[in-house]
């Protein structure tokens, strides 16, 4: 579904990608783990078409994006919902989502607010409430949510257990592998909690200064030694 | 209760009161009869009543803070306040009375908002109660005010003075509104906006002149100009946020107001352009002795003619002409465009990963808000009947987005109570002749204390509760 093929990024004269290959098949959940400034954010971000990539092609349903505009992107049925969270702080809950159907057909709102409320329904009780006055971790759920209400065919997510106690992370988590197991939806997930991203996703990739340097099925990374030795030691 | 450090802050209040007063108030210059020069004459009482006044004034607002003090004192300033216009001290003394009863007027409203709103000081915060208060000036005086403003011209205290007045502040409400898309929704900073309100000016009285068309005619074309000029402006622009975007936008006004005053074989240069044709109502021009074939206004209705229908008229043109773009920004927020605007002044990251191009967001901002200011300019310039660069100049600027930021950004009723204030106050402040502008300056220095994110810091969502039960829209 998404094929991503000797990618080089950089900003400026500094290269923060240097040719990745990522492989992610419909209906799986990808994980990409690494430390800090390994460059996962940046192929995210790359995928999207900010910054664009300087070399290599990436392809969503064998179309090459990697000259595309982000919002052109976005259209064509990739959500993200970015590092950071980046909601409306605001606007309304409500109208957080709203936002997130811009390229959706209207006619398809109630029912998707139904979907993302069911998802995550402490978004319900909120709905009239200004987003910058939620929780870290409620602000995380509006941002998947609001990705989730364009419809899309793969989801980008960048680090959602980012700054999250341990017991929301797990809630987020089961979110996401419900909507991968129920409905399908092909994720590809940016983590630095490896232990929790390796042990939901399908397979797994490690970045280390913009290089794949390890991959393997979620279980292969988990046993192995050396991504447990940088990675996992000291629990999770 | 510390009577000594009460004593103490009063008295610092009041020794600062006495270094500012003694070189503001205690001398004061006046024209030796002849003028063969000037000669300094001592107010020395002046300074020693400001003094004492600062002091207890200071005293109370500190006694305040103490529970059983409320109500006496609350009884005490307001006293003041209602008692002291009716003594004679007026006739020797107007600035210092009339500062006493505002200092004591504040005192008693603050006085009185303490014994009786407690409840709503504690447990609830700040914003939300601002918002409360904001929701309900929306509600409740919006069509108030509209019904005021309809029938404000034939209220027996408007005066012709106070109708032109009207005109004048309804004219800034509007450009207010129309910079309220740009700025308040869009969140783009944009300090040139006079610049669109010139565009259409000029574009009413060029063509009205050379083509002879007619207001009614050149009013769409006026606001299709300013809104080309809005374009032709965002596109540089698109790029930049915040500090960047306004030092750009600034030059931006500054270049069509020189090139206006350079061009004089288009513009007329410095001289502007006089002889601007007046509006007529549906053709009939507001004339004592119209031209052959036509009919003049007070023909057809069979009046008397008065110089006055003509104002009349005028204020209703830009009521109309406000109300149109107060509807209009209400309506767009409700659609996607509308909303784009308001997303990408939140974060415009998010925006393009939810799929919004901002290009054409930003650039349907400029347009939209350039057209209002050139409606603006074209009845500015058929009110006046002559323009120049010199109505143009950056402070036209400042004022607009001062208004903006005084209302609260991206409130509509704000945008009107700041007009009033920022247009209609200083006017009413002419009785203190030279001390006009510094009550002005005390009033913005108070309301940027009181009220630090604008008079009506509050954003309606535009999907609501109500409608949305069972998450609808």
Known sequence: MLTIRGVSTSYGHIQALHGVDIEVRKGEIVTLIGANGAGKTT?????????????????????????????????????QAPEGRRIFPRMTVLENLQMGATVADPAHFDEDCTRVFKLFPILDERKAQRAGTLSGGEQQML??????????????????????????????????????????????????????????????????????????????????????????EGGH | ???????????????????????????????????????????????????????????????????????????????????????????????????????????????????????????????????????????????????????????????????????????????????????????LLDLGYVAFYAVGAYSYAIIARDFGLTFWACLPLAGLFAA??????????????????????????????????????????????????RPSFLGMPFHPNPPEGTTSFHQFFNIDFSAEHRIVFLYYLILVLALVTNFFTLRIRRLPIGRAWEALREDEIACRALGINPTNTKLTAFAIGAMFAG?????????????????????????????????????QIGVVLAAILLIGIPEFFRELAQFRMLAFGAAMVGIMIWRPRGLLAHRDPSIRLADSAGAGR
């Open chain 1, 43 to 79: 192929l995210l971000m790359t995928i999207c078409g900010n910054p664009r990539a300087t070399g290599g092609r990436i392809l969503f349903e064998d179309r090459d994006i990697s000259q595309a505009p982000t919002f052109e992107i976005v259209r064509m049925g990739i959500a």
């Open chain 1, 143 to 232: 941002s998947i949510g609001r990705a989730l209400m364009s419809r899309p065919r793969l989801l980008l997510l960048d680090e959602p257990s980012l700054g999250l106690a341990p017991m929301i992370v797990k809630q987020i988590f089961s979110v996401i592998r419900d909507i991968n197991e129920r409905e399908g939806m092909t994720v590809f997930l940016v983590e630095q909690n490896a232990f929790h991203a390796l042990k939901l996703a399908h397979r797994g990739y490690v970045l280390a200064n913009g290089r794949v340097v390890l991959q393997g099925t979620g279980a292969e990374l988990l046993a192995n030694r050396e991504v447990r030795a940088a990675y996992l």
């Open chain 2, 228 to 277: 080309f000029f809005g374009v032709i402006l965002g596109f540089p622009v698109l790029r930049l946020r915040g500090d960047y975007l306004a030092i750009v936008t600034l030059g931006f006004g500054e270049i069509i107001r020189i090139v206006l005053l350079n061009w004089t074989s288009f513009s007329g240069g410095p001289n502007g352009i006089s002889g601007v044709p």
């Open chain 2, 1 to 187: 209760m510390d009577v000594r450090a009460l004593l103490k802050d009063a008295g610092l209040a009041a020794f600062v009161t006495f270094m500012l007063a003694l070189p503001m108030i205690g001398f004061q210059t006046v024209d030796v009869s002849g003028g063969v020069g000037i000669t300094v004459v001592t107010r020395f009482g002046d300074v020693a009543i400001s003094v004492v006044l600062v002091f207890f004034g200071r005293l109370a607002l500190s006694l305040l803070q103490q529970s059983n003090w409320r109500l006496p004192l609350l009884a005490l300033s307001a006293g003041i306040a209602l008692g002291l216009p009716l003594l004679k001290t007026q006739a020797h003394y107007p600035v210092i009375t009339w500062l006493t009863v505002i200092a004591s007027a504040v005192i008693a409203i603050r006085a009185a908002w303490l014994t009786f709103d407690v409840s709503g000081v504690v447990g609830r915060d700040e914003s939300n109660r601002m918002g409360d208060a904001a929701a309900f000036v929306g509600r409740w005086f919006g069509p108030v005010f509209v019904v005021f403003a309809l029938i404000f011209p034939f209220l027996p205290t408007t005066s012709r003075y106070v109708l032109d007045l009207g005109i004048l502040v309804l004219t800034y409400v509007m450009l207010g509104w129309g910079l309220n898309v740009v700025v308040g929704l869009a969140g």
């Open chain 2, 375 to 411: 409606f603006a300019g074209a009845f500015f310039a058929t009110r006046q009947g002559f323009i120049s660069p010199e109505s143009f100049s950056f402070i036209e600027s400042a004022v607009i987005l001062a208004i903006v930021v005084l209302g609260g950004m991206g409130s």
